[in-house]
Each structure stands twice: as structure tokens, then as C-alpha cells.
């Protein structure tokens, strides 16, 4: 089992940045991948960013290249989405999910485990 913690959400003026932190414990799969997805009211939840576990590799939704950066610090088991440039759009729920069968993916079904989520809210 793995536990996904997330915190760093909160209110933001556009143009400003966050950093989301997912705080993750219990069995970590060494080749597990680790994404960040969000969901808006009245939308479906959309993929945001993953990263690999052990290599650190990573892809974005076209939609936050470039504005967000997704990391690893493997020591304390916990990732990171660095968000810049925040636009109203960017508004939503933010989760962090964890899968042991794949080191990246982009669909939310891959994803075993997944945090509580934390609001991101951008004003205009």
C-alpha cells in the first residue's frame, strides 16, 4: 500500500506561482510512476504532469509546458509541481497519484493510489 499526502494549494493572484508538494509513505516501488492531475468543477479530471520514480523522467499536458515543473526527491519520498504563471484556468483540485506498473503514464485508470487532493484556486 502507499499513502499520497498533497499540500501547498491555496489562493493565487494570476501571474503567481505555487509549489504542490505529494508526500508519499508506506511501499514505494523503485520503477513506480507518480502524476499530477487536477479537476475543475463540471470537468472531468485531466492529466497534468508524471515523472519517473527511479529515472525522472517526465511529461506535461501541452496545456502547462513550460508555466509547470514536476520533480522527485527520492530521499523524501515526495514530489513536487512547481506551478508559474498561473491563469485563472489552472483553477481546479489537485491530485497526486502513484502507479507500480508503469514509470510514467498519462491516463487516470493506470493509477492505483491517489491522495485527497488541494484546491488551487487563480483569480483574474
Known amino acids: 500500500q502507499v499513502q499520497l499526502v498533497e499540500s501547498g494549494g491555496g489562493l493565487v493572484q494570476a501571474g503567481g506561482s505555487l509549489r504542490l508538494s505529494c508526500a508519499a509513505s508506506?511501499?514505494?516501488?523503485?520503477?513506480?510512476?507518480v502524476g499530477w492531475f487536477r479537476q475543475a468543477p463540471g470537468k472531468e479530471r485531466e492529466f497534468v504532469a508524471t515523472i519517473s520514480w527511479r529515472a525522472g523522467n517526465t511529461d506535461y499536458a501541452d496545456s502547462v509546458k513550460g508555466r509547470f515543473t514536476i520533480s522527485r526527491d527520492n530521499a523524501k519520498n515526495t514530489v513536487y509541481l512547481q506551478m508559474n504563471s498561473l491563469k485563472p484556468e489552472d483553477t481546479a483540485i489537485y491530485y497526486c497519484a502513484a502507479t507500480p506498473y508503469m514509470s510514467m503514464a498519462v491516463t487516470p485508470s493506470v493509477y492505483n493510489y491517489w491522495g485527497q487532493g488541494t484546491q488551487v484556486t487563480v483569480s483574474s
Open positions: 508506506g511501499r514505494i516501488f523503485s520503477n513506480c510512476g
